[in-house]
């Protein structure tokens, strides 16, 4: 049996290859991650280098306790995973049974459909209407009463739009399913859903140290959930899918979380300029509460990301067969990162 696959964009080695280019000239506008480097990261990995003949202890229960701590539940609360990707294919492997249903606001990440397939559950989903892409909250309440699994992605990636809370929770009271709440872009808006897995016992939070932690290469994220779930998935987890350098690494940025805080300021400062920026070139920017702006660009989509991308420039491109097929989304990066992307926005506008 072939599963649908995960579809990545070219590697940086091979657009800066194509383009003529060294691949530090390549930017990533496609992965919303950080455009903070980890320098303070470069102790922490020589330290652990020193014990890498070791396996990781299997139960992770120090990052349990640090994630535990930073999000002020006790730590049989707590599953960690090698990033929130794992996590999502866990939850579909731990819940979900062959033939069951599985709901999704469409469009959103494209791994939730993927990890339904691969449980051999059936997917329905509910779009949300272009041009505004509002939260579709009457259809998927009626989508969601019989559903064994609701996946809802809050903000939304990649619309950056959110259902409001009360939306939330209504989907949560009207099924008997399991909600997965794949919060991976939190920290951008403020918000925390930890309180609620002690309310709710069919509430599953996901989170990740990929996007605001800005340690998407470390693959670290965790589920939060009340202790008969997390039982549930630590039922499914590998053994060691977390390096133990990652933990390391993802414990330090839970105990100073300052750090994340203020790249999160600055990038909803830069988010705001960028937002300007990407207006005054013609674009339609959607409203957006994460790190990445999604734009109506026209039929011209296609060829404008191809230009970009001759210069180095990578954006999130959608096919043409979706709602999406004229939009663009671009990643919020550095001041001068996001300079280079206007002015070649420009030249291939113009
Ligand atoms: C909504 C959403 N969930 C999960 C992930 C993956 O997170 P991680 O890097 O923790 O696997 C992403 C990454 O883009 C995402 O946008």
Redo the contacts with the bound molecule.
């Keep these: 049996m072939r599963f649908p696959k995960y579809e990545w964009q070219p590697t940086s080695v091979e657009i800066a290859a194509a383009a003529g280019l060294d691949p530090d000239q390549v930017e990533r506008f496609d992965?919303?991650t950080s455009p903070q480097s980890t320098e303070w990261a470069a102790d922490i990995v020589v330290e652990g280098s020193m014990r890498l003949n070791e396996y990781p202890a299997a139960s992770y229960l120090e990052l349990r306790r640090a994630v535990a701590d930073f999000a002020g539940l006790d730590t049989d609360r707590v599953v960690p995973g090698a990033?929130?990707?794992?996590l999502?294919l866990l939850a579909a492997r731990a819940f979900l049974d062959p033939g069951q249903k599985a709901v999704l606001n469409a469009p959103t990440?494209p791994?939730y459909r993927i990890a339904t397939a691969q449980v051999r559950s059936e997917i329905v989903e509910v779009e949300a209407k272009p041009p505004e892409f509002g939260f579709p909250v009457d259809e998927m309440l009626v989508a969601a009463r019989d559903a064994e699994l609701v996946w809802l992605?809050v903000p939304s990636?990649p619309l950056g739009n959110r259902p409001t809370d009360a939306d939330i929770e209504a989907i949560i009271a009207a099924t008997d399913g399991l909600v997965v709440l794949?919060a991976?872009?939190a920290e951008f808006t403020g918000d925390d859903w930890a309180p609620w897995v002690d309310r709710y016992h069919n509430l599953l939070v996901?989170r990740?140290?990929?996007?605001a932690f800005g340690l998407?290469g470390a693959?670290?994220?965790y589920a939060l959930g009340n202790p008969d779930l997390v039982n549930a998935l630590d039922g499914v987890r590998p053994p060691g899918s977390i390096s133990s350098l990652s933990v390391d690494l993802a414990i330090a940025a839970l105990q100073a979380p300052d750090h994340m805080r203020s790249v999160v300021g600055s990038i909803r400062e830069e988010r705001v300029r960028l937002a300007g920026g990407l207006q005054g070139s013609g674009l339609r920017v959607l409203p957006s509460s994460t790190n990445f702006l999604l734009c109506e660009v026209g039929r011209r989509a296609g060829r404008v990301a191809e230009d970009l991308m001759s210069e180095g420039l990578v954006v999130r491109t959608f096919s043409d067969a979706g709602p999406l097929g004229t939009y663009l989304r671009f990643t919020v990066r550095s001041p001068r990162a996001d300079d280079r992307l206007l002015s070649a926005l420009q030249r291939s506008l113009s």
């Excluded at 990033?83 to 794992?86: L, M």
């Design positions: 992965h919303n990033g929130a990707d794992e999502i990440y791994l992605c990636n794949d991976a872009y996901l990740t140290m990929s996007k998407a693959r670290v994220g």
